[in-house]
């Protein structure tokens, strides 16, 4: 199912700095007034960090902060977690769209997901959030069978 909402270029673009250069710690997208694309509404830069999984985190709540519990949105940010041989780090899509949210802007979203999240070559892991316990990181982690210890 498709919207006919395209996705700006400027996504691709902050995408591919995200992914190549490693000095953001997250994008957000979401959609324009007119609803016609999919726009970055934000990038945040990665704050310095040590080399703890902790630090490395420390931006996940900055990011759940831009996620309002009345409007969509989508994100692209990595997730940082241990495995038995060692650290990893996966990059997720998080499609944001709460209950609260009206169902013209939640419908809108999700015929317009695949376009946005085609573009963004490579990411390959999605989470789908409805509320905010949806996002805890360590649930986040969890399905990558790893921990935050």
């Avoid at 040590?50 to 969509?72: R, T």
């Avoid at 060692?86 to 990059?91: A, F, K, L, P, S």
Wanted: one cysteine or more.
């Amino acid at each position: 199912m498709s919207s006919g909402v395209k996705v700006d270029s400027e996504c691709v673009s902050a995408y591919n700095e995200f992914k190549l250069k490693k000095n953001t710690a997250f994008i957000v997208f979401g959609f324009n007034k007119e609803l016609t694309k999919i726009v970055v509404l934000d990038k945040v830069a990665k704050a310095a960090s040590d080399d703890s999984l902790k630090s490395k985190n420390a931006q996940w709540d900055d990011l759940i902060a831009q996620f309002p519990n009345d409007d969509v949105r989508y994100a692209v940010a990595d997730v940082h977690y241990n495995l038995a041989d060692g650290q990893r780090t996966e990059m997720v899509f998080l499609s944001w769209a709460p209950e609260t949210a009206s169902v013209k802007r939640r419908m809108l979203m999700a015929s317009s997901k695949d376009a946005l999240k085609n573009t963004l070559v490579g990411c390959k892991t999605s989470i789908q959030a409805c509320c905010y316990p949806d996002l805890d990181l360590k649930g986040v982690v969890e399905k990558f069978k790893g921990t935050l210890d």
